[in-house]
């Protein structure tokens, strides 16, 4: 079983709709959880981190389930500027703490 | 430009020769990580480094790869011998805290290698 499991897609959606993507984790020790974006043949940018409490940025909501290791991102009122790759990052203890990426789960958002 | 500078960004190199890419982390970040990007793949950790140590470097390929972060000057991460699947993005990336909530990663544009 991968370490960070993602969906990856494409999720091709409308303007305006509303899209969540969900991401499995297998080390149930880890203490710390992100969404980052990855455009096109660029870097990853950190997107938001992601609170035992669950927390919202504007149109992006995160939320961690712990029992059942996954987190989730949910984009409300989707862009054509959301089109991207969402990646699930898992902070995983091996020999120190590593931060362990997924696949990524792409994102097509057409008008 | 106080973001993490990554050079050269485009490499070519024909099978056999080596690779050097450097990586200067943000102003005031000590730890530096490097992962490699294979085409419609996702992020692969390779190495973990701290200023002139090497913290974690088990996902580093034990042949042919190796990393410094010296006190004076960028992380490099070296690539003697190329063979065409070393072919990808390399990505540094920094960050101002480790440890168990570490997580928050800076990352430079990318290097990304071909190997003819």
């Known amino acids: 079983r991968k370490e960070v499991e993602q969906d990856p897609g494409p999720f091709n959606v409308p303007e305006g709709a509303t899209v969540a993507f969900n991401c499995t984790y297998s080390n149930s020790a880890s203490q710390s959880f992100f969404w980052y974006r990855q455009d096109c043949r660029k870097e990853p940018k950190l997107l938001m981190s992601v609170y035992s409490s669950g927390n919202e940025d504007g149109r992006f909501t995160a939320q961690l389930n712990r029992a059942s290791q996954y987190i989730s991102l949910l984009i409300r009122d989707s862009k054509l500027s959301d089109s991207a790759t969402y990646l699930c990052?898992?902070?995983?203890?091996?020999?120190?703490?590593?931060?362990?990426f997924g696949r990524g789960t792409s994102l097509i958002v057409h008008p | 430009n106080a973001g993490v500078m990554q050079n050269p960004r485009h490499l070519v190199r024909r099978r056999g020769q080596e690779a050097r890419l450097r990586c200067s982390p943000m102003k005031g970040h000590s730890h530096v990580y490097w992962y490699r990007q294979l085409p419609e793949e996702g992020l692969k950790f390779m190495v973990y480094l701290q200023k002139e140590n090497i913290i974690d470097e088990s996902g580093m390929p034990k042949e042919r790869f190796s990393a410094e972060f010296p006190k004076e000057g960028p992380s490099i991460l070296r690539i003697q011998q190329v063979v065409r699947g070393d072919s990808a993005a390399y990505f540094c990336a920094s960050s101002p805290r480790t440890g168990r909530l570490s997580g928050e990663l800076f990352f430079g544009e990318g290097s990304r290698l071909t190997v003819l």
């Open positions: 990052v898992v902070n995983i203890r091996g020999g120190s703490y590593i931060p362990t």
